[in-house]
């Protein structure tokens, strides 16, 4: 039951972070997050020459966003009761693979497919890259093995703290 409020309460946690970055900041910080096509796009318009994120940005905003992920990661372990480092990785892994799962089925294949706030001015007649099942499913099977290491730390440090 902790286990599934714990997913619940991610979702929908990771949807107001979502939401707020493209639709209240600017679809452009996660230009790294779009098709390779729309990048190219973007990144050859002369409006968002020098607003365009730097891979270096993606990387930093990607290992920052790992750390929180694992220190958070052990609060919930312990407090859905995970003893040792098994039980630790398993409650992680599972967590992690709901929310991945969240983001492929929810905010790429529902939100990003449908929703205006995401298109970036310029490229709305995309469409076809705007529906690009395929690399969003690719960017899944990679947040598996992401998830997959995060549980490893989660369960290594769970196991030295309690």
């Known amino acids: 039951?902790?286990?599934?409020?714990?997913?619940?309460?991610?979702?929908?946690?990771?949807?107001?972070?979502?939401?707020?970055?493209?639709?209240?900041?600017?679809?452009?910080?996660?230009?790294?997050?779009?098709?390779?096509?729309?990048?190219?796009?973007?990144?050859?318009?002369?409006?968002?020459?020098?607003?365009?994120?730097?891979?270096?940005?993606?990387?930093?905003?990607?290992?920052?966003?790992?750390?929180?992920?694992?220190?958070?990661?052990v609060l919930l372990a312990r407090v859905a009761g995970a003893e040792g480092f098994l039980e630790a990785f398993i409650h992680m892994f599972i967590l992690f693979t709901i929310g991945n799962l969240y983001d492929l089925i929810v905010i790429d294949w529902l939100m990003f497919r449908h929703m205006k706030g995401f298109r970036i001015p310029g490229t709305e007649d995309m469409v076809s890259e705007y529906h690009n099942y395929a690399f969003h499913f690719r960017a899944f099977l990679r947040g598996i093995i992401i998830g997959f290491v995060i549980s490893i730390m989660v369960g290594l440090i769970h196991m030295l703290i309690f």
């Open 1 to 73: 039951m902790v286990l599934f409020i714990q997913s619940v309460i991610l979702c929908l946690l990771f949807t107001i972070v979502i939401a707020f970055k493209y639709f209240k900041n600017d679809p452009m910080k996660g230009l790294y997050n779009y098709p390779p096509k729309i990048q190219e796009r973007v990144k050859s318009m002369e409006e968002y020459q020098g607003s365009i994120p730097t891979r270096n940005n993606k990387i930093v905003a990607k290992m920052i966003g790992g750390v929180i992920f694992v220190f958070l990661g």
